[in-house]
């Protein structure tokens, strides 16, 4: 598998906390993206991080990448309750297809 | 903004029958995709698709599954025979380049 896991598996916050996901993959990659789904929804796209990038910044959205550990992270800070959502990170690899592999997702429920 | 539609959103269908899940792209794009996401699990590649041919596919991508795009604006995923587990959220995406996708809401095909 191509893949790894995302941990925690769920994670069950306060409004105003800070959420952090990590996500971890196996082969090198070309970039990794996180997706946010709503229960039952499609998939939105939130960030994309390129190979040679180590950290990136989109709103309340904090995304970090380690090539050497095969890792990312992506930190929500002053969550909301509209925040509750299930998170994915997708790797995509140097090949011509624009094929990504999902992880297994974080479930995130943000307490009003 | 511009979206990816996808019709129907949702379809129930017997075991044996054949179904067509319907996409219509963000307009110029180049790239476009499905995917598949059983109740519960990760969301699994299926297909991509590039100037008129198929580019990469998966090993869930057998002869029961085709794809086409027939007119220039559609692009749509044919189960010629489907199968109790084919019954899954099927996402259609498109990307102007190789990543930077955008998703369907989804199809919820569900075979009885």
């Known amino acids: 598998s191509q893949q790894g896991e995302e941990d925690p598996q769920a994670l069950s916050i306060q409004e105003g906390e800070n959420a952090t996901m990590n996500c971890s993959y196996k082969t090198s990659i070309n970039n990794l993206q996180w997706y946010r789904q709503n229960s039952g929804r499609g998939l939105v796209h939130l960030i994309l991080?390129?190979?040679?990038?180590r950290e990136k910044h989109s709103g309340r959205l904090r995304v970090t990448l380690d090539t050497s550990k095969k890792s990312s992270s992506l930190l929500i800070t002053a969550s909301r309750a509209a925040d509750t959502a299930s998170y994915f990170c997708a790797t995509g690899y140097s090949s011509n297809t624009g094929k990504l592999i999902f992880g297994q997702g974080t479930t995130l429920q943000v307490k009003p | 903004e511009p979206e990816v539609t996808q019709t129907p959103s949702h379809q129930v269908t017997q075991m044996g029958q054949e179904v067509i899940l319907r996409c219509v792209p963000i307009?110029?794009?180049?790239?476009f995709y499905w995917y598949r996401q059983i109740l519960g699990q990760k969301v699994e590649f299926l297909v991509s698709f590039y100037n008129n041919e198929i580019s990469e596919k998966s090993e869930i991508f057998d002869d029961q599954f085709s794809v086409e795009r027939p007119d220039g604006s559609n692009f749509t995923l044919k189960i010629r025979s489907t199968k109790l587990e084919d019954s899954a959220m099927y996402f259609c995406a498109s990307s102007q380049l190789l990543y930077g996708y955008t998703f369907g809401s989804g199809t919820r095909l569900t075979v009885v």
């Open positions: 307009s110029n794009h180049l790239y």
């Open positions: 991080i390129r190979s040679n990038e």
